[in-house]
Every structure is written in C-alpha cells, then in structure tokens.
C-alpha cells in the first residue's frame, strides 16, 4: 500500500494511534463523575478501627459521614493488618495472594515481595491509566525487614513516605521518602499522622492537571495508641461500649479458644476503657489528617471531583466475648469496619448491601478508567455509590485466618486457624480443629447464642457448601461463587 503524502498521511496515523487506544481501555461503564471521567482518588485507610466509632471524630463526621454514603455492612477478608492490607492491594482474598500472617515466612511484606505481588497493585493499575500515584503512611507489616534495604520504594508509586521504623510510636520514627530515609523526633510537628497530612497537602496542591490517587494509611488507632500532646488529655471520661457481648456471661457452647478464656475482672475492665480512651484520643490525630485533606482539596479546588474513601484494615476486640483485646476473630467486632465515601454523584445516606475489602481496587479502577487485572476477585461498588444496585450482587463474604506457626499462647488457647462465611443473615465458622459456629444475626445480632450444634443440617450443609466454593475461588470465578444460594 501506498502511504497518503502530507497532512493526510499525519491524520491516519493518529487516528491510528487512536483506534489502539481505544482497543486497550477497559470494557467498563461510564464512571459516576459527569464530564470529565478522570476524578482524584483519596483513600485513608485506619488501622485497627472498629466499626460504630466514627461520631467521635468532627471532621470524618462533618465532611465525610455528612454529605457521603456510608455502608452498613462492610467486611475485611482476614482481621489482621497484612493480610487484610495485601487483599486491599490486589483485590484479592488471602487464600489466592498467600500472604497468610504478619509475620515471615508465611505473610508480612517479605512474602509479599518474594511472591513478587508488588508488580502488580492497584498502585500500578492506576499508574497505567495516567494517575499521578502516592502511598503514604503504613505499606505491609515488617517493611522492609531483611528482604529490601530501607530506601527501597515498590513499583507503582510516583510519592512514598513509609516508616521503616519505630512504626507504631508516631513519634521518634524513620521515613523511607522517595528513597530518603528521614528521622523525625519528638515535636509536637513530627507527630506521624500531621506529618502524613503535610505530605497529603503538597501532593495535592503539587499533582497540576494531572488525576491523583493518594492511598493515605495513618496507623492509628493501632496499639500502643499514642496520641499527638495537644490530644493527651481527651475523652477523660469515655468508658469501652458495655454491649450485649461485652465480658459475654455464657460460653458453655463456644469453641474451645473462648471458653478457656475466664471472665474479665473489674481490673480488666479499667484497662480496656483506659484502653479505649487511648484509641480515640489517637484517631484524633486520623481525624485532623482527614480535615487537612479536606482543606487542601477546597483550596486547590479539586473537592468536588475528589472520591475520597475512608475504612479500616479490620475492626478491634474491647471487652467483647470476654477479650480485653486484640483482632483475629472471626466475630463481627473483629471483621466488620466502617466504610464511607463522598464524591461527585454519591448519594448521602447508607448502602446496605455487603460489601468487602478486596471491592476497593476495583472500584478506584473504574472510576478512573484503569484495567483490572483477570486475577481480582472483588466487585466495583460504583452502582452502590450510584444508588442504582445490579439486579445481581454478591450473597456473602469470604473470612480467612491462619495462625503463624511461631506464635503461641502460654496462658490462654489462641484462636485457631478457620474460614467464615459472612451471609446476609448468617456468622458461620469452621475451625481446623473440627469446631463450628453459626449465629443468626437477625435474631442475635450480639452473636452470643451459637446454633451449630443443633441447626437444621440443611441450613449447615448449604452453608458448608457455600463456604467450600468460595475457598476455592479465584479470579472472576470468585464473582461467581459469592452469589451462590
């Protein structure tokens, strides 16, 4: 064929160039924004945040509870930080990404990065689809540890500000900035979540015409629970909620883990509202950082094309079913958190389909035309936020946990390794150690009354079935198995 001369010949290469483009966007509906499909993404992601204490916090409150939708029924798919964390990056669930604890060999940033995961995150998904990308706060559990140096930044990311020590103090730790390592001390401004908000506020104003996504990941609540000095004398007089589950009274047909666990003492129940208080008095300091968010969008005028998620890596045992603290259990304190989003086209008020964690990339992926990967196994929750629910949504969530096998309990029975469904109206667990639970969280939202032992075995037998297909899921397969009946 002969090449058309001049002009002619630059307008079929370009349409060329576009015709190609087109082919390698991603088969998916218009987002919610109108006009320009390219909306600012703003996730911050709690760590150890329970559900039901959001009305604390102005700020969450005021500009993002207010005017946002906030879901009532959204789960994690492990209630541990890496493995929870590394389901958010991928869209995965923990028995596909394999990052199974905290710790090495089995979990913790070293098997995620030996597992070579990083190569493909929601960092790098939405980088290819032209987003300028930042994640700053907490990445994995043991970052770097001993598989990278200090200065090692993962593929993905255009800004990274992680602690690489002393991660939990918020005070007197080490930043990896950009391949920088940076120490921070003990002034009031090295507080880690104003610091976190600074940074947040350059990346904002500095992104220009470009879309940003900014993956923001204080770490407070997280214990020890150390709050900024202009925050240490708040909540003086707050106490643990007293629910129904609280220092629950009869265990006599709970699993062997909660029934070896004796009752709390009123020395426990100081501890854990002391406790309590130190978590909120840290998510003060998650709160400003919410509102210094806020502000800087208002100021460089990206607000209203600004997504902004707020949740949690998984809930926080306080007092409730006899434990003073602590996660890993597969009860609705542990696995359910909070979700709420405010953006251009979400509707104010509450969305009670389930939802997950690992329906958080795949949702940022939409909204910004990029191309999910086949492995993802979450669902967009952009109909939801649309207010207009597909005729098909998926019936339960998946929960998985592995106990690392170099960590043990010399005074109590630690919680074995299990899988739970999570059902629009069931909890049902099953243990390596051949136990079971089942509530009805119609009838015992509190789940203080387990019906395994003598449930209809029908109801058992489909849930056992349901609960077997969906650990074994994978990729779009999982789409599948979660709207079985």
């Known amino acids: 064929m002969v090449d058309p001369p001049g002009k002619s010949h630059s307008v079929l290469k370009a349409l060329c160039r576009l015709a190609c483009l087109l082919l390698l966007l991603p088969a998916a509906e ?10 600012n993404i703003v996730l911050v992601l709690a760590d150890d945040l329970e559900a039901g204490t959001l009305p604390n916090f102005p700020n969450i409150t005021q500009h993002l509870v207010g005017p946002g939708a906030s879901f009532e ?4 798919t492990n209630s541990w930080c890496c493995p929870s964390r590394a389901s958010i990056l991928r869209s995965q669930h923990v028995h596909s990404h394999g990052v199974l604890t905290n710790t090495a060999p089995e979990g913790g940033f070293q098997r995620f990065h030996e597992q070579g995961l990083e190569r493909s995150t929601i960092g790098t998904w939405m980088r290819q689809a032209g987003y300028r990308t930042a994640l700053m706060g907490k ?16 593929p993905g990311w255009d800004d990274w500000a992680v602690p690489v020590r002393a991660l939990y103090e918020e005070y007197g730790y ?9 120490d921070y001390g003990w002034e009031e401004q090295d507080y880690l979540s104003d610091v976190l908000a600074r940074k947040a506020r350059d990346f904002i104003t500095g992104s220009g015409d470009k879309p940003f996504f900014l993956y923001l990941a204080p770490v407070g609540p997280h214990n020890p629970a150390n ?11 707050a106490t643990a909620p007293r629910t129904p589950s609280f220092n629950q009274a009869d265990v006599s047909a709970e699993p ?26 840290a998510m003060l300091g998650v709160d400003d950082l919410v509102g210094a968010v806020v502000r800087a969008l208002e100021e460089s005028g990206e607000l209203d094309d600004t997504y902004i998620f707020f949740t949690s890596d ?18 609705e304190e542990a696995i359910r958190v909070p979700l709420v989003v405010r953006g251009p086209g979400v509707k104010a008020g509450t969305i009670p389909q389930l939802g997950a964690t690992i329906d958080l990339a795949p949702t940022f992926a939409e909204l910004g035309g990029a191309t999910v990967p086949a492995f993802a196994e979450g669902r967009s929750l952009v109909p939801l936020l649309r207010g207009r629910p597909p005729s098909q949504w998926r019936r339960h969530v998946l929960v998985e946990f592995t106990r690392p096998a170099n960590r043990t309990s010399a005074r109590q029975t630690p919680v074995p390794a299990y899988r739970a469904l999570r059902t629009e109206r069931h909890a049902y667990v099953e243990y390596e150690t051949g136990e079971r639970q089942l509530y009805d969280l119609h009838t015992d939202p509190y789940q203080l009354r387990n019906l395994a032992a003598g449930a209809d075995p029908g109801l058992l037998r489909g849930l056992a079935a349901r609960l077997a297909g969906m650990a074994a899921c994978a990729g779009a397969g999982c789409r599948q198995a979660d709207r079985r009946e």
Do not use: C
Not at 314 to 321: K, P, S
């Open 256 to 281: 062997l883990w909660l029934r070896s666990r004796p009752p709390l003492t009123p020395a426990d129940e100081a501890e854990i509202d002391e406790r309590h208080r130190s978590r909120l008095r």
């Open 314 to 331: 998984n809930g926080f045992h306080l007092g409730t079913h006899r434990l003073k603290q602590g996660k890993t259990t597969p009860y």
């Open 139 to 154: 990445f994995l559990n043991h970052y770097p540890g001993k598989a990278t140096p200090e200065t090692y930044v993962p």
């Open 30 to 39: 218009p987002t919610i924004a109108e006009g320009d499909s390219r909306p």
């Open 227 to 237: 709050p900024a000095y202009r925050h240490e004398e708040a909540f003086e007089s």
């Open 73 to 76: 029924r959204f789960f994690v």
């Open 174 to 182: 080490a930043l990896n900035e950009n391949g920088t390592v940076l």
